[in-house]
């Protein structure tokens, strides 16, 4: 053991380390991983013990796929992803605010922006993400976050997955104090701007869906088939301290992987085939859920296309053993899910059949939504060039 950890603190082993999965995303919080690898290499300037770093803007982690990060099918969960996309991020951030002399910190998920899952992982793949900030406000960061399957057989690679996420640095002494973020240096002056634009228009949007998702989803007797009540789906979960942060309240990836099993549980339900997560819309992180709440993850069916199902799922979090405090809405998001065969090709799904005034409702904005997401996604694809 200690000549491998003699060998991992070589720059060229090291990096190899990380690519072939020795590495998790923890470790590289460890000060000889701390500089991390992204697309510039290994920074120089890193040493071993508590000697000080010259700190980037990238990060990169790497690790294999297992049978307990996947569906029965082979299918890497979403929501084993989106865990994997928030470590990098948190990595990223934290490593930032605490760049600077002053109160120490440690960088908080706040929203991650629509995901879409561009190619499915399967087990045996390699799955490598990188990170990347780029834009800080005064009290939040911005980090796009790639993440690549590589079949280390094959030696093929292809972009499975293109996310933005939003930290914001909470202070280790007080955990409800928001500190102010290091400057960033840009690589271009017309990159802040265009920065400053995507932090307003998320800051908007953040708060308008905290007010909208105030209720509740409810248990009905007896559902007929395709409805919204057939596929329904509430998972309970107590906060624990492997959940946590250092400040003792939950990681964002955690909630994320809890909220994509709840919304894949919905869709099975629903199609009764082979699921996989094709996209997330925002998620959005209303308040901190700390060690030993009881948080209540549920997930209700809202519209179907021809092969998609769009899933909402919101999380409520239930501080019992403070009652001073009561049940607080945590986050909520919108997945998207498609039906397939034992083949991998896509399938029908069945139409739901919204009963109530409020079913109705959700099925139109959730149809609202699918054609603004299809007009866009041809409007890129006329774009792009011909071969």
Known sequence: MKLLAWALSLPQLGRLAISRGLVTAWECLHPLYYRGVGDRG????????????????????????????ANVAGNVHGGTILKMIEEAGAIISTRHCNSQNGERCVAALARVERTDFL???????????????????????????????????????????????????????????????????????????EGRKRYEAQKLERMETKWKNGDIVQPVPNPEPNTVSYSQS???????????????????????????????????????????????????????????????????MTFTSNKSMEIEVLVDADPVVDDSQKRYRAASAFFTYVSLSQEGKSLPVPQLVPETEDEKKRFEEGKGRYLQMKAKRQGSQGQEPQP
């Open 234 to 300: 509430s998972l309970i979960h107590l906060v624990g301290p492997s959940d946590c942060t250092l400040h003792g309240f939950v990681h964002g990836g955690v909630t994320m992987k809890l909220m994509d099993e709840v919304a894949g549980i919905v869709a099975a339900r629903h199609c009764k085939t082979n699921i996989v997560t094709a996209s997330v819309d925002a998620i959005n992180f209303h308040d901190k859920i700390r060690k030993g709440c009881v948080i209540t993850i549920s997930g209700r």
């Open 119 to 193: 190619s499915p992982m399967c087990i045996g793949e390699v799955a490598h993400v990188s990170a990347e900030i780029t834009y800080t406000s005064k009290h939040s960061v911005e980090v796009q976050v790639n993440v690549m399957s590589e079949n280390i057989l094959t030696g093929i690679k292809k972009l499975t997955n293109k996310a933005t996420l939003w930290y914001v640095p909470l202070s280790l002494k007080n955990v409800d104090k928001v500190l102010e973020v290091p400057p960033f240096v840009y690589s271009r002056q017309e990159q802040e701007e």
């Open 42 to 69: 290994w920074d120089s300037s890193w040493t071993v013990g508590t000697s000080s770093y010259r700190l980037s803007g990238s990060c990169a982690t790497a690790r294999i796929m297992r049978p307990d990060d």
